[in-house]
């Protein structure tokens, strides 16, 4: 067992641990802000990436590229199947999330995507390392395919809820305090 | 499926259809000649299947079977692009046209259009796995398709704001019909209630003077109610003259001894009703523009109608007011319990607010004042 495999195994048991939580509680959707921790998780991801040195072969990228698509995919489902609803008044959020209008929740079949994203990675990873691929194993770049997990579930989120909003427009209209 | 919702793409021409044509012929020299250490016949064979996916749907597209042409170009774009790195990227210029041809569909919904390019990205790389290629060949092969994704996406929004357009045109045209409408209720009402009005209270009246065996004065009521009648079809044929065919007269002023004529002869026509009325004018009389003339005539004619309606045998008070540039219309009468026009719900007030708003400083105030049911009409004579 070396060290990437280990590192892997730490960060994919604490991303579990984190979007587990967040997966089955309802959560604010601050839509200005459903961006930037994605972007920051890519930044940071290619940036250990590129820091890893090795010349990125044909298969590096492809292996890469094919793992980058599941992971949008997932996301685009998970944002299908999330659930939301208006936040009430009572709760308003402050803080961070204030302003959101409404949460959101995937539940356990959001928690099973993720199961699912991690196997696949660890998967292609695998069949990856025997074709030649070292770059696409980096343990860094499994925060970029996160990070692309949680794009593609906010676009859906964002589309599904401005759907929503354009559907019932009283609804939306209803000013928060 | 046919194409003629607005937004929908048009139809190709037979040029734009004998362009693609030749480019998928291009294609195929490609793959023929091409053939060699670099390419796999899997790859070749698949390309193959997605040019004739391109061929059938320029051929469906040409035909309007959109939805068919979408599932051949989407089909087309995920071959060609598996086909990419076994046939040295001659698969990624056939998924490229095929990704724009599919995005740009309207009917193909923007989430699904994203994953049409995306998907299709994701199989240029599953190629590149099973059939290893160079880090840059595999970009390009990427970069080709992403391109072919954006025109699609550029020429997917040129068609969405056509269709706005098109919607935005239908949605004016749909107001100015309204507008129309409107105009020609407020014409037939202002004619028809004014003269059947007063054609209902003549015969009436007539009616209860045969009875009584005074036939000398039911003669002369009929003889006056056929005066209404006959000035009453002479206003209707007007009206219906102008709503036919609006002439520039009705931009040129008009003088203010015109207006004082017209309201002196519906003051006529009402005492000849049995009512009683009183003419003032005050200030210095000035031309002005025909519609501000005709908004006058039709609100001291509605306000006499409403008079004999409501107050029947008041004394009504007519005052024509000219300041500078302004002329004033007030026309008072006594309220009469119970009823006031205001409340009687009728389109008289409604068309005469209308009128008198669509002028330059035109308003209406109506309403119980000090014990009277005053009407008061404002506007601007305009440039007369």
Known sequence: MNLSVVGNVVLIVLLIGWFGYRQTTWRPVATGRMWVTPLIMAVVGLGTGVQHGATLTGIDLAVLVVELVVSLGVGAWMGAIAHFRRISRDAAPSGRDAGAVYESRTGWWGLALWLVVIGLRVGIDVVGAQLGAHVATATGLILVLFAANR?????????????????????AGIPRP | MTDTAPGAPPRPTTLSAALSLAGAALVVLWLVTGRGPGTAPWAVGLAAAAVACWVARTGCALAGLRRVALGLGIAGA?????????????????????VMQAISEPLLRPLAAGAVAVVAVGLVAIGAIAHPVSTESLVIMIVAVGLGALSGTSRRQALAAQGQAVRLRAQEAALQEEAARIAIARDLHDVLAHSLGGLVVQLDAADALLEAGDAVSARTRIVSARELAASGLGEARRAVTTLRAPTAEDDEPVAPEAVHGVVADLAAAHRALGGVVSLTERGRPGPMRSPVAVALERAVQESLSNARRHAPGAPVEVDL??????????????LAPPASPAASGGYGLVGMRERFA?????????????????VRAEASRGEG
């Open chain 2, 78 to 98: 995920l071959a060609g692009a598996l086909a990419a790195a076994g046939t040295n990227g001659t698969g990624a210029v056939i998924a490229a046209v095929c």
């Open chain 2, 321 to 334: 007011e000219w300041r500078d540039d302004v002329v004033r219309l007030t026309v008072s009468n006594p």
């Open chain 1, 151 to 171: 794009l593609a579930r906010s676009a859906v989120l964002a589309v599904r809820l401005q759907r929503y909003e354009a559907a019932v427009p009283a609804a």
């Open chain 2, 358 to 374: 669509a002028l330059t400083g035109g308003r209406v105030d109506a309403g119980e004042r000090d014990g009277r049911f005053t």
